[in-house]
């Protein structure tokens, strides 16, 4: 489990993360903030997964059949090994955080306390 950002309560469960990527959000289940992760963190732990399918398309794919198939089922393939390293790298090197503050986001430091 994680802890929500915002009010350290365990609220996300790995796979939570694993689907948060750093365009989405996650809405804590405690304190109903989003939270988010580093757009350069999940990229990084990200890189993987994408090489794995890269790498998959090209060396996999005519092993494994005729043209686009074989290509789609090597991507397939690829990513699936790729994720077993962006999983744990996800999980290790990659912090939940509050999200970038958009304009309509009122963040008020007003009212502390
Ligand atoms: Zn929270």
Do not use: N
């Amino acid at each position: 489990m994680y802890a929500c950002p915002w009010c350290q309560r365990k609220s996300f469960s790995f796979w939570d993360k694993q689907w948060l990527g750093p365009a989405r959000k996650a809405k804590c289940s405690a304190c109903s903030r989003d939270v988010s992760v580093p757009w350069g963190k999940a990229h990084l732990a990200a890189s993987p997964l994408l090489l794995g399918a890269i790498f998959g398309m090209v060396v996999w794919g005519p092993m494994l059949g005729e043209g686009k198939v074989g290509i789609l089922f090597g991507g397939i393939f690829g990513a699936v090994f790729g994720m077993l390293l962006t999983a744990p790298i996800y999980h290790l090197y990659v912090p939940l955080v509050k999200p970038p503050v958009d304009d309509d986001d009122e963040i008020s430091f007003s009212g502390r306390g």
